[in-house]
Antibody, heavy 122, light 109 residues
Framework: QVQLQESGPGLVKPSQTLSLTCTVS??????????WSWIRQPAGKGLEWIGR???????NYNPSLKSRVTISVDTSKNQFSLKLSSVTAADTAVYYC??????????????WGQGTLVTVSS | EIVLTQSPGTLSLSPGERATLSCRAS???????LAWYQQKPGQAPRLLIY???SRATGIPDRFSGSGSGTDFTLTISRLEPEDFAVYYC??????????FGPGTKVDIK
């Protein structure tokens, strides 16, 4: 069973770049079986999909965040990463990494990390 | 952009009662791309239903999904104590990716 674990700084200053990494275990990120996504949730609010990456490095981003987001993959470490630039307090949220199967005719997130809280504050 | 609306915002019910949650899309959504999740405080969302009506692995059969086009429903036939949580619907579109509804909170009456 695939397991995901987010890691990275819990506090980022305004205007700086938020950087998080998701480590995948129980399966190879290179298998080509999954898309790997980042999703966030401000406290007490709903879920917002940030973007996803495939093993090949191909990415898709939420149009509302596209100008500030970069998602990359490191197959040697079985990890994928998120960079969000020019952050403001509005980017304070719990950030989740999640997987969605490629082969299925459906689109959903089946495995999730536990989430990591990132606070943007000076 | 497809917007998902969930109703009611909060549903107050007692254990053993039936819960009916609605998810309405601003445009037609492929049933294959409609999913439901359960989220408890401090936890990540858990996949319940995919393809509008298929239960995910390990999900009890008291959870069922239905609907098509713009109107989808999640039904919990008999609420168990562990079912009190927030429920989100999610859709996928090729142009804008994934979007989630605002959620319905099912709390104990």
């Amino acid at each position: 069973q695939v397991q995901l674990q987010e890691s990275g700084p819990g506090l980022v200053k305004p205007s700086q770049t938020l950087s998080l990494t998701c480590t995948v275990s129980g399966g190879s990120i290179s298998s080509g079986s999954y898309y790997w996504s980042w999703i966030r949730q401000p406290a007490g609010k709903g879920l917002e999909w940030i973007g996803r990456i495939y093993t090949s490095g191909s990415t898709n981003y939420n149009p509302s965040l596209k100008s500030r987001v970069t998602i990359s993959v490191d197959t040697s470490k079985n990890q994928f990463s998120l960079k969000l630039s020019s952050v403001t307090a509005a980017d304070t949220a719990v950030y989740y990494c999640a997987s969605s199967p490629v082969a299925a005719a459906f689109r959903y997130f089946d495995y999730w990390g536990q989430g990591t809280l990132v606070t943007v504050s000076s | 952009e497809i917007v998902l609306t969930q109703s009611p915002g909060t549903l107050s019910l007692s254990p053993g009662e039936r819960a009916t949650l609605s998810c309405r899309a601003s445009q037609s959504v492929s049933s294959s791309y409609l999913a439901w999740y359960q989220q408890k405080p401090g936890q990540a969302p858990r996949l319940l239903i995919y393809g509008a009506s298929s239960r995910a692995t390990g999900i009890p059969d008291r959870f069922s999904g239905s609907g098509s086009g713009t109107d989808f429903t999640l039904t919990i036939s008999r609420l168990e104590p562990e079912d009190f949580a927030v429920y989100y619907c999610q859709q996928y579109g090729s142009s804008r990716g994934f979007t989630f509804g605002p959620g319905t909170k099912v709390d104990i009456k």
